[in-house]
């Protein structure tokens, strides 16, 4: 194991924070993996998985068997970490620019697609490292002028020329679910049935570039920038990547964290990253891949305290009560019923909420939505 600790911009005179990677294996070996936890850095089941992670691998290369490179990121936002107001984390955004850590990553398809398209020729696996070398180069150019940019490049940086990238959340309160791209669902969906994942939200792309969707979303989209130009050199998925949602944000145990932890080194033994006497099987879906355009956001219309009548985890038909938001002013209740069938997979932890606000979600089975599908 190799410990890499990047420094970040510091934004103040006497004071600077650091990102840690840890790299196992070795490059260019075989296949890239790479692993980061609580880029939202209140989000810390993540990052206890990573620390079960961190002793798996470790036993792992000192036996051999590793036939690859992994990289991991523990805590992929030092930032956010550090965030504290009234004694409340707040990892989510940062305070200067109140900007989401896991947005605005850069379009990579863009950025490469001038450098590249004169020089991808006819084998697939060489325009892959074309693609690859074009984007760390851009990555590197890039000079940051704040320390949320250098942390975005520093996680670019180790991130770019992975095969799968797996970006460890969790919910306010929620069964395990699964994020990823429409292209990478095929390469993807044995890890989300390892994970016994209760809700896939899969998508074109969800909007607002998230870093997951920032590196594997600028493979298909560079895909099809060349082939609207009349390139028809071949370019494959060369990244595929997921946001994992391991549950609710108290969530946090040994139990969860090891069994999370094993289930990703399944995976990778799976598809031969990890050497093993005998692949293990694939456990059977827990629940079908659904459109992220068919998850239905429940808002409340007024304040109130919310009295929830649906756990996580339920499935909901039309019309069944998920809430009621109780004003006791005004003595009135306001019901909050599904508006499509399908699991009822994340709610919000606080129990008072004001009008407009989020109540849950629930995985429906028909897109009906358009536009940007993350919320802030």
Same mark, same amino acid.
């Given at each position: ?32 993996? &790479? ?43 030092? /930032? ?24 605005? &990553? ?31 180069? &851009? ?222 979600? /629930? ?14």
């Amino acid at each position: 194991m190799q410990r890499i600790d990047h420094p970040l911009l510091s934004p103040s005179l006497g004071s600077h924070k650091t990102l840690t990677s840890f790299h196992f294996g070795k490059p260019g070996s075989g296949r890239k993996i &790479y692993i980061q936890a609580s880029l939202h850095a209140e989000e810390l089941p993540g990052m206890l998985v990573a620390h079960h992670l961190r002793a798996l691998f470790e036993a792992s290369e000192a036996t051999g068997q590793i036939l690859g490179e992994v990289v991991l990121v523990p805590v992929a936002n030092p /930032i956010g970490l550090a965030q504290r107001l009234d004694h409340k984390p707040m990892g989510r955004f940062e305070l200067d620019t109140s900007e989401n850590f896991n947005r605005h &990553y850069p379009d990579l398809a863009a950025a490469v697609e001038s450098v590249v398209i004169k020089q991808l020729g006819d084998d697939a696996l060489a325009n892959v490292g074309l693609v690859r070398r074009a984007m760390g180069d &851009y990555i590197r150019r890039w000079t940051p002028a704040t320390e949320l940019q250098s942390m975005r490049r520093t996680l670019l940086l180790l991130a770019h020329d992975a095969d799968f990238m797996l970006d460890l959340h969790c919910d306010c309160e929620g069964v395990l679910h699964f994020y990823t791209e429409e292209a990478c669902w095929p390469q993807m969906q044995e890890l989300a049935h390892f994970l016994g994942a209760r809700a896939i939200l899969l998508a074109k792309s969800s909007g607002n570039r998230p870093i997951d969707e920032c590196l594997s979303g600028a493979w298909w989209q560079l895909a099809e920038r060349l082939q609207a130009k009349g390139c028809s050199a071949p370019l494959t998925q060369g990244c595929c990547s997921t946001t994992i949602e391991l549950r609710g944000e108290l969530d946090v145990s040994h139990a969860w964290a090891a069994a999370d932890a094993q289930a990703i080194v399944g995976w990778l033994q799976f598809i031969g990253v990890l050497a093993c006497q005998q692949p293990p099987q694939v456990p059977a879906a827990l629940c079908p891949a659904t459109p992220l355009a068919g998850s239905e956001t429940l808002c409340a219309t007024s304040p109130g305290v919310v009295v929830f009548a649906a756990e996580v985890g339920q499935m909901l038909a039309i019309g069944d009560l998920v809430a009621e938001i109780i004003d006791p002013i005004a003595n009135t209740r306001q019901r909050i019923a599904a508006g499509v069938a399908g699991v009822f997979y994340a709610r919000i932890r606080d129990r008072y909420i004001t009008a407009g606000g989020e109540v849950g979600k /629930i995985a429906g089975t028909l897109a009906f939505r358009s536009g940007d599908l993350l919320g802030a």
